[in-house]
Structure formats: C-alpha cells, structure tokens
C-alpha cells in the first residue's frame, strides 16, 4: 500500500492521479477535508481508502497500522506562507513528520516528505540543495522555518541516506482550486482577466527589480509530480532535492503567458504590497537541478508558456479537475 499524506490537497492528488496512470490504486489517502471544497480533487481518483490525519497519526505513533505499507509520500502540511500560529505550524508539519519518518525508517518503509524552496528565504545562500550548507539557510516566514528545521532534523538524525526531501519551488497547476490566497497568480490572474480583463501584479520595493520583473521558479504540477516519482522507482536515491525547472521567469512572462493563451491583450495593473508581506517577500528563485539531473531524472520539464497553455485549455477554461480529464 503506497500511503500519500495531503493526498486531497493540490499536489497530493495529483500525485494520485498519476499513480492511477501508472495502473496503481492500492493507496491509502491521508488528509483532513475541513469545510472548503478540496474533496472535489478526490472525485474520480481511485484510492482503497481514505483516513484522517488524525486518526492516521494514532496508526503510526501506537504502531497499530492495520495495512502493510510499501511507501509513504508525506505532502501533507499547512502550507500557508502567512500562517501566524507558530505552535500550529510546529505540532502540523515538525512533528507530525517526525512521526511518520520514525515510523517509516523502523519499519523500511521508503519515505518520501515535501520540504520547500521557502527554506531558502532571500536567497542569500543561494539555491542548491547541498545538504552541507543546510545550517547556513535563514527562511522568511514561519511556514519555510516549520520545513528548514525538518530537515535539519533529517540530517542531525543521519537519516539523509534513508528517505527523501523534496523542495518544491513554485507550482502551479490544476487542483488547487480549494487553496483559497494560497493559490498560484495563474489562477488568480485567470480569474481577474475573466472578470476584469486585466491583472493586478505587485510593484518592487528593490531597486534591483522593476515592478513586475521579481523572478521565480514556476513549475507545473504535472513536472513536480514526475519528479516526485521518480524517487518512488529509484529507491536507492536519497537525500534533499529541488523540484523546479531551473528556469527563474518573472511575473510578466508568466502573466503574458496566461493572456497568450486566453488570445488577450496584455493589461497588467501594479499596486502595492501588503506591508505585513513587504520583508518576507522572495523576490527570486531558481533551482539548481543539477543534483536531480545527476541522480537521473531526464524528463523534459514544461517551460511557463507550455506550462500555462495545458493548464488553461485544459482545466481552467473547462472548469475541469485531473482525474476528470482524458489527459
């Protein structure tokens, strides 16, 4: 049984998704479903059953799990960037982790967990996934320190050689409808040029950046997922890894991409940043992907134009999920 923690959440059931491509239903759904509407993403995806993190938790830490397990993929989190409840952050993502990798390396079971490009902060240190310089990195908000000290834990623990780490950069994508402000600027900006025509981009407050040209690694949904896999095939590659295109674009090209896609006009309008987000705010990322290209991951990963085009005609404009498409 392969058991993928935030398995209703955005990457989770893609994940699921593909796993069903690949002709493998034996998975166990580890979530919590709350009020949104992310059981929408379960809608159509075959799974054996479906568990509360809760009650999941109890399985793992009494060690009365009632079904063998091959794998865990741990991408269940809080993974809001302006979550303020440190404790909830500690308890949701530091701990309940300990749990599962404890669990997972007494039982030899392959362990797959999702860190975080937030991990890196600013940049400073750069954006290689060299585990020797974990020490170095200082993130930005609580939710990349909830992640960073994951890992570090995994390395003080001498278990880099047991599991895996990964550190999504940012994906966007069909299915993460449910995410509320936590969503991409894709699908924010698709919304704003249905209603609007036009999108609403924050300005620089650095001197090096011109409004609209902060840069980030976007990757698509479908991208991270393969290389999420990849891990789950090669079990003898551990360690922490980028998931990113290795590609930094700025907010422009990835806004133009979506109003090329629609066949719009570009109509970009820049307003200001809240200022509770103005010093937490990564005004570039990109990720080194040599280490994951090493271990050998050699898929073409979608650029944002390519990235942006799927998801749109695809989903966005057919109001449509992963597992309701033919794809």
């Excluded at 570009?266 to 103005?278: H, K, L």
Aim: charged letters at 25%; aromatic letters at 14%; one cysteine or more.
């Amino acid at each position: 049984m392969i058991v993928v923690t935030g398995g209703a959440g955005f990457i989770g059931s893609a994940v699921v998704w593909k796993l069903n491509k690949m002709g493998i239903d034996k998975i166990i759904i580890v979530d919590e479903l709350g009020m949104d509407e992310k059981w929408k993403n379960l809608n159509g995806l075959l799974y054996e059953d479906f568990l509360h993190k809760n009650t999941f938790l109890g399985y793992v830490q009494n060690e009365v799990v009632p079904f063998k397990i091959e794998a865990i993929i741990h991408l269940g989190a809080c993974s809001s960037t302006t979550e303020r409840n440190a404790d909830y952050l500690m308890e949701n993502n530091f701990q309940y982790s300990k749990s599962l990798a404890i669990y997972a390396i007494k039982n030899n079971i392959r362990f797959i967990y999702a860190s975080s490009a937030a991990t890196y902060g600013d940049g400073t240190n750069g954006y290689d996934d060299d585990e020797s310089t974990l020490e170095k990195l200082r993130p930005l908000n609580m939710y990349g320190y909830s992640k960073h000290i994951f890992d570090l834990w995994i390395k003080k623990n001498g278990l880099l050689n047991k599991v895996v780490g990964l550190k999504y950069f940012n994906v966007y994508g069909p299915n993460e409808y449910h995410k509320g402000e936590m969503r991409s600027v894709v699908h924010k900006a698709f919304e704003q040029i249905r209603d609007t025509g036009k999108v609403k981009l924050f300005k620089s407050y650095k001197q090096d950046y011109k409004d609209g040209e902060q840069k980030r690694d976007f990757i698509y949904v479908k991208d991270a997922v393969d290389m999420t896999l990849f891990f789950l095939e090669y079990r003898d590659k551990n360690g922490i890894y980028n998931v990113g295109t290795g590609r930094a674009q700025t907010w422009i090209e990835l806004v133009t991409a979506l109003f090329n896609s629609l066949n719009k006009p570009v109509n970009i309008e820049f307003v200001d940043m809240p200022t509770e987000i103005r010093n937490k705010y990564q005004y570039f990322t990109q990720a080194n992907l040599k280490k994951l290209r090493d271990a050998g991951y050699n898929k073409p990963i979608m650029n944002v134009q390519q990235g942006v085009d799927d998801y749109v005609k695809n989903y966005l404009l057919k109001n449509s999920y992963l597992a309701m498409s033919s794809d």
